[in-house]
Structure formats: structure tokens, C-alpha cells
């Protein structure tokens, strides 16, 4: 019977495939057909933007315009044609989803998936083929900009969110365009930075998660980053695009230009890019519109590279917007919206609660007092780079009063000024850090007549920015001082974090005993904090990045690489990125990546392998149990880390090959089996260049953060 059922499985792959491949090879000659009725000036019309978010079409063919949106927080609202002005369209108001760094705390690629699902849903209704996200460089370095855009340090985390965002935006026909290829880990000078990063790095770190969102998320739009890397503009960087990208990892999709980052039309035509975008006119004087038609015209070239381009374009269309079966999309729908809670409430990660003062016991409490700025602020917009008009978005103080209003009283203070805007000069927004005396007063006498305080401090869109990076880890517009103040009138404080990215919380975590860190959550913040607050909800984010003690302990920072000497941005730290490197140089973190608590405990047991030593092809298969110890449903995150102690090069201490969310009832035990492909405890070889996996012990580390592994078992490889 077993072989019966092989057989039939068997058969039904190969059919599958063969119908899979005769369709593609259907779709290639449909596709030459039509490039052989296109004229040069058609072709190159397809090439570059005609607009700010479209590039040509041939109407006399019927090929539309390639039309595109920003970007990783939902669908951007409609602009002008030719400026970024809003077009007032009263149609575009959107589904707000959580940002980047939120989704990778839920250490959960379903969720990935889901908001790729609205992403893609909510672009077809607004007729968009190409969604600009979802964004992932690696967290490098904790002052980047546009950290709270991205997801991790760790590339293999990075890798399965990535592949489930794409996943979810092209189920709905829609092309992800996944970005910035490759190492953009810096907003200052990232217009001119050659960042200089060894192969080694650049395979283990930085290119991960882009080879897993196109070989195994087939996504189908690439977009080129502002940076040099190694020398060469990412817009024309041969290793990076035609070695790599199209000819190793055999991408079919389409290169696009960051915008108004292509440089050269000779280069970049020949050396992988496909469409040029940009931000201004006129279109017909851009690198890939007159001058590609002279620069084919001269020979420098082809007309076949020309065609390949087009080819891409058209395949790209005809999995998407020209699908037979293109759905017509959704939304803002409440679908949408419990996608949106759903995610914001697994990502909001709980850093102390040393008193158990959380969940909130309401029948006890008779006045909150909710204070800070960022409880009224909203974060769909602001700042440089793509937002949301969001169709609604629930504040902190919205969402405690419907979920705490009817049991206590509750009155907001707003505690500081969050007195710095994007646009303006460091001059014009000297002063941001200064505390304000009276609204700390304030704050502090409505503190002392309150049973609890929730202040809801960080930053907000302006202040972690696209196009800046902070210039240091500490709290912004005075926020220590307000939280001194507030604490020491009123012990029961929680402090939340609204923020994207790592800050210095060395006094809050020295003098406060409960602390919880929300995100830019979307549209649902307020609901997810609640009721989190609330207990409805037990946490059960993690964080995706460590957060270190000082900025100087970070490796960009110790080895004085960031933002680099002249131009150039020298990655000395090699593969030891993030708690790669804290943990190999043993230095201590403020928070480790990978924590977070819960309201509940857990226990891990039994750590096993199927076998004790495995050839190089082969797969292990580890097994444990995990029991939730306490009384609450809640979350855990398995976390799954190598290591490989005698190696002929440097490894970091740990690295994360696996990890699974496991949702338990109080008392309830799972056995959790993690697979681990012996291929995947390789290096990148450099001498070699090759993946290495060398012969030898390697060390399967169990926990629940890099920091807290409590299992370990060794196996061999022959
Ligand atoms: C950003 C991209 C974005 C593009 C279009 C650029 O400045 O780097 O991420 O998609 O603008 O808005």
C-alpha cells in the first residue's frame, strides 16, 4: 500500500512539474512572440520610469505600464503622477501593518505571511503590480535609520520571514519587490558609501535572505540598493546581479533601481539592471531612456541584453497583473484588521516584570494614569520615506480606555515634547533631548493620586528616519528624566516602549521593574497593548536584534568601521555581526537577541538527535519536549543555535539554524522536532569558494535567547 501511495505521489510530482514547465515554456514563446513585434523605442520605453511609480507600457500591444507602490508598512497612499504630493484620493486609506522590526519579534513566519497576504489583497485593490517591500538588510548597526523598516541581525531569522512576506504578497498576484540588494545597513551617505564586505560576510550575512526570498519565495522584483558594494554601484554591480542573483540563484524576475539610483546606462544595462526608476523628470533624459537607445545603437549594447530585459518584465506581468486568474483585491477589510492585531500582539516583547505587576489586576485598580507623548501619537506617517494613510490607528490611550475604561478611571499626561522633525537641520533641532520641567510636573502630581502609571515613552517616524541615522542610543526629549520622576512617586509604573529599533535602557533596566517594548504597531497598536496589559494577551515577542550596553560595544562602533572613513565603509567585523559578536568576544548585552518574557514558564527537556554522526548530505533531526510550568496559555520561541568548535577559520560562537513558536496550555507538554540539514552548518569558504562544512564536532544549542541556552548535545560530521 505504502508503495502504492509512493508511486501515485510520484507520478503526480512528475506530472506536476512537466505542467508547471510546459505552461513556462508556453509562456516564453507567447512572450518571444510578442518581442518580436516591438520596436527598439517600445523595448526601452519598458525600461525606465514614466512616472514616479510607473515605467512605460506598449499600449499597441496591450502591455500596461508596470505599476508599483511603496512599501513595507501597507500600501502607500496614491501621490501625484509626477510629484510626491498626495493625488487626495479618498479611496487609498489603508490597512496600517506592524513595522518590519515588529513582525520579525513575533518570531513567527505565519505572521510574515499574513501580512503579506494583506499587503498583496489591499495592492490589488489599488491596481498595483509591484508592492516596494518587504524590506530586510541586516540590522548592522543599531543607529541605521531604517532599522525599524528592516527585521534582524540574524540572517537565518531574516531568511524565513522573508520568504513567507514574499510568499504572502505573490499569492495575490502581486509582485514582491524585495530590498536593498545588497548591504544598505546605513541611511548616513548611503547615496555614496562603498561598502567593503568580504565574500565570506556578504554569503553568511548580508545575501541570505535574499537568496531565500528568490529561490524559495520566487520573488519576482529585486530592487537594487543606493550603496557601492565592494567597489561597484549595487544599480551596476555585476557579481552582485548577473553572477549571483541571475546566473547562481537563477532569478527570472526583474532588477530595479532604488530610486534615482542608477548611475550609468552602459554599466548598468550590461551589468544586470533592468528598469531604472527615480523620483523626477524628464524620463526620456534618463540613463535607460535616450541614452540606452544610443548607447544599443553604438553597440555597447545588445540588443539581445535589451530583450532579456523585457522578457523579464513580461514574465513578471503575466504572473501577476495578467494572471487569468489576478484576484481584484480588498481593503482596510476587519480581515485586515485581525491580521494586523494578530501580528502586533505576537510581537510586543515583555523585557521585565520582575514584580509580576503585570497582567493588570483591574478589580484592583481604580485610577491609571497614562502618560508620554508617544500614548496619543500615531506612526502610520512622519519622517522621511513610504507611510500609510492609515484607515484608522488605535493610540496607547485609545486602546486602555476600551479595554480598561470600564473598570477604572483614566487620565492622560503628556510628559514631554517630542520636539524633532526629519526635515529639519541638527541646528534647527537642537534642544530635542531637554526635558520639559513643567510637563514633567504634571506628569508627577497625576503619577502620585494614580493606583498605576503606563508611560509610554521612545521614539517616534521622525525620529528614526529613512535618509538619517541616529547619532546615539539614548532616549530622546528627555524621556529618563519623566521616567525618574514618575517612578518615584509611584512605584507600580510600567514603561512602554513605542520604538523600531535598539535604544539605551541601562537606567530602566537598573531602576524599574516592569518594562514592555511595542513597535510602530500598526493600526491595532492600542488594542494589542491593552491587551497585553490586559493579560488577554500573554507576550510572546522576542527581540530580533541585541540591544548592547553602550553603542562602543557593537563591532561597527568597537572597530570604528561605521559610517566609515571618505567614502568607504570598511565591514572588519566580517561574519561577526550582531550577538555573533557579543557572544564570541563575550561581551554582555543589555538585552541578548532572541528575549523575551512571558506571562507563563517553560521547560525544555530531552534534547536529542536521531543519530550521533551524519554524512554531509544528510539531515539531523533534533527532538525535545517543552512544557509550559505555570498557569497561562502563552508562547514560547524554541530557539536552535550551532556551534563549531574546532573550525580551520573563526566562527561565531552560535549562530541560528532553527526555531519554532510553540503555543502550550498551562501544564501541556510538546515534543518539538527541529530539522537541520548538515549542508546548513557550512561556512562560506573563501579559498574554496564554496560551502564548507567541515568534518568534525559540532555543539546543538537549545534555548530561549542566545544567552539562555539550557540543553546542548554534540554530533559528528564524516
Ligand atoms: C527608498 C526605497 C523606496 C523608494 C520609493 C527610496 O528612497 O530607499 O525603499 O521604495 O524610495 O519610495
Known sequence: MKYTIACIMAFLVAGGVSAQSKSEVALTTKINRIIRKMMLEEKIGMLHGNALFSSGGVPRLGIPELTCDDGPLGVREEIKRFDWASANWTTDSAMFLPNGSAIAATWNPVMANRYGVVIGEEANARKKMVMLAPAFNICRMPLCGRTYEYYSEDPYLNSQLAVQSVKGIQSQHVAACIKHFAANNQELNRDSVNTIVDERALREIYLPAFKAAVQ????????????????????????????????????????????????????????????????????????????????????????????????????????????????????????????????????????????????????????????????????????????????YEVTALEGIKSRFGKTSGISFAQGYRANYLASKTDEQNRGYDKPDQKLIDEAAALAKASDVVILCIGSNREYESEGHDRKSLELPFGEQELVNAVTAVNPNTIIVMMAGAPYDLNEIKRSNHTVVWSWFNGSEAGNALADVLKGVINPSGKLPFTFPVSLKDSPAAALNTYPGTGATADYKEGVLVGYRWYDTRKIEPQFPFGYGLSYTDFSFSKLSTDKSSYKKDETIHARFRIKNTGSRYGAEVVQLYISDPVCSVLRPEKELKGFEKVFLQPDETKTVELDVKVADLAFYDESKKAWNAEAGEYVLQLGNSSRNISKTVKILVK
Open 216 to 391: 524559495q519565495g520566487n520573488a519576482y522584483t529585486v530592487m537594487s540598493a543606493y550603496n557601492k558594494v565592494n567597489g561597484y554601484w549595487c544599480s551596476e554591480n555585476d557579481f552582485l546581479l548577473n553572477k549571483v542573483l541571475k546566473n547562481e540563484w537563477g532569478f527570472k524576475g526583474v532588477v530595479m533601481s532604488d530610486w534615482a539610483g542608477t548611475h550609468h546606462t552602459v554599466a548598468a544595462a550590461n551589468n544586470g539592471l533592468d528598469i531604472e526608476m527615480g523620483s523626477s523628470g524628464p524620463y526620456d533624459r534618463w540613463y535607460f531612456a535616450q541614452p540606452l537607445l544610443a548607447a544599443v545603437k553604438a553597440g555597447q549594447v545588445s540588443e539581445k541584453t535589451i530583450d532579456d530585459k523585457v522578457r523579464r518584465i513580461l514574465w513578471l506581468m503575466y504572473h501577476t497583473s495578467m494572471s487569468a486568474d489576478h484576484p481584484k483585491g480588498s481593503i482596510a477589510t476587519p480581515e485586515h484588521a485581525k491580521a494586523a492585531y494578530d501580528i502586533a500582539s505576537e510581537s510586543i516583547v515583555l523585557l521585565k516584570n520582575d514584580n509580576h505587576l503585570l497582567p493588570l489586576k483591574t478589580s484592583a485598580i481604580k485610577r491609571i494614569a497614562v502618560i508620554g507623548d508617544n500614548a496619543v501619537r500615531t506612526f502610520a506617517l512622519g519622517g522621511y520615506g513610504a507611510g500609510v494613510k492609515a484607515k
